[in-house]
T-cell receptor, first 113, second 111 residues
Framework: EDQVTQSPEALRLQEGESSSLNCSYT??????LFWYRQDPGKGPEFLFT???AGEEKEKERLKATLTKKESFLHITAPKPEDSATYLC??????????????FGKGTLLTVNP | KAGVTQTPRYLIKTRGQQVTLSCSPI?????VSWYQQTPGQGLQFLFE???????NKGNFPGRFSGRQFSNSRSEMNVSTLELGDSALYLC??????????FGPGTRLTVT
């Protein structure tokens, strides 16, 4: 069964203090790994898709990286508006048409001014 | 381009009742997936529809069902509601594989 574990569960940073969120996964053939951001009371907002080990994607202060067992979301010089829950999800490959996403429990990031 | 829309946004129901939730995907997206989000379990996959056919189903009881129409709009139905069904129900649309885009969700409260 596909599994996704995110750490830490919660992270509190000062504005400008860079850090990383971790997503460890076990999946029978990875089709894709996805990062989402979720604000309270809203649906998840798509950030990145990573497909193979060594791949990196960047968007503003965020950078996602992927290895064969885990992914990191690096946040450089965060601002208070980066405060949100960050979700990691995997989509298993192996052929067929199973495109479901298996999510981790998320990391609640709080950035203090 | 308009995003995924879900109606209603909030719903309060009584145990034993049934409920129908609606989802309109992004134009051009033929895949619609449904997820349940609770504080304890996080986001859990319910089912996925593509071109009016259910392709995948998660580990939920038969009380949870869905369908997709020819215009790709989808509905989800929960019968004989239980207190534990209280959750945020999220709909996501996509082109089949790759990323899925989520709607704002329907907050269901069962009393």
């Amino acid at each position: 069964e596909d599994q996704v574990t995110q750490s830490p569960e919660a992270l509190r940073l000062q504005e400008g203090e860079s850090s990383s969120l971790n997503c460890s996964y076990t999946v029978s053939g990875l089709r894709g790994l996805f990062w989402y951001r979720q604000d309270p009371g809203k649906g998840p907002e798509f950030l990145f898709t990573l497909y193979s080990a060594g791949e990196e994607k960047e968007k503003e202060r965020l950078k996602a990286t992927l290895t064969k067992k885990e992914s990191f979301l690096h946040i450089t010089a965060p601002k208070p508006e980066d405060s949100a829950t960050y979700l990691c999800a995997v989509q298993a490959g192996g052929g067929g048409s199973n495109y479901k996403l298996t999510f981790g429990k998320g990391t609640l990031l709080t950035v203090n001014p | 381009k308009a995003g995924v829309t879900q109606t209603p946004r909030y719903l309060i129901k009584t145990r034993g009742q049934q409920v129908t939730l609606s989802c309109s995907p992004i134009s051009g997206h033929r895949s619609v997936s449904w997820y349940q989000q609770t504080p304890g379990q996080g986001l859990q996959f319910l089912f996925e529809y593509f071109s009016e056919t259910q392709r995948n189903k998660g580990n939920f009881p038969g009380r949870f069902s869905g369908r997709q129409f020819s215009n790709s709009r989808s509905e989800m139905n929960v019968s004989t509601l239980e207190l534990g069904d209280s959750a945020l129900y999220l709909c996501a649309s996509g082109r089949g594989s790759h990323e899925q885009y989520f709607g704002p969700g329907t907050r269901l409260t069962v009393t």
